[in-house]
């Protein structure tokens, strides 16, 4: 019985070193299954990384895109708008060209009696070209104004190095007394409905 307890106390320490030793082992399988599964972790997480940067650079090529997009939009417009300022500056100036289109002869000698009848004041060739708007050049407003005075339409009068031409008061019909008043009474009673209106306005 000695010699078996013996054996027995042997033998458990052998077992206790077994299970020790199986414990151990089971602990480092565990510990490289835990490392296996961290290390699956890692590259889940970088294959996610990986991922995302992938989709960031996707949104970034997107907005690049769409950035190019609206440039070349907003290139087309302001294309569209020269190309529509160029032809309305082009109409314009064909407008003008139209409207100072030189006159005949006939046509620019009764302009300018017209012109001179209506304002019944003295010009000079100057004044005129501006008040005809350059229709007439000066040279034949010069060679009109001549023809005129011959004609007995307008008179001339010399000041200095200027020359005044102004319409024959002659072919004008003179005012009497009788005449004077009646322009007056007119006068009045346009003033007295333009007063009656104002205060039907107010």
Known sequence: ESVLGDQASDASPAKRSRRSTDASSALEEDDEDALLAVEEDEDEDEQDDEGEAE??????DADDAENASVSTSNSKKKTKVATASKKSNATSSKAKSAATKKLTAAQSSDLVKEYML????????????LNLKKQVGVA???KILAALTQEGVLSEKVLGKQQFYYPNQDQFETSTKGSLAQLDKDVSALREQVNTEKEMVS
């Open 118 to 129: 209506a304002q019944n004041r003295p010009f000079n060739a100057t004044a005129l070209v």
């Open 140 to 142: 034949s407003l010069k």
């Open 55 to 60: 989709g960031a650079d996707d949104d970034d």
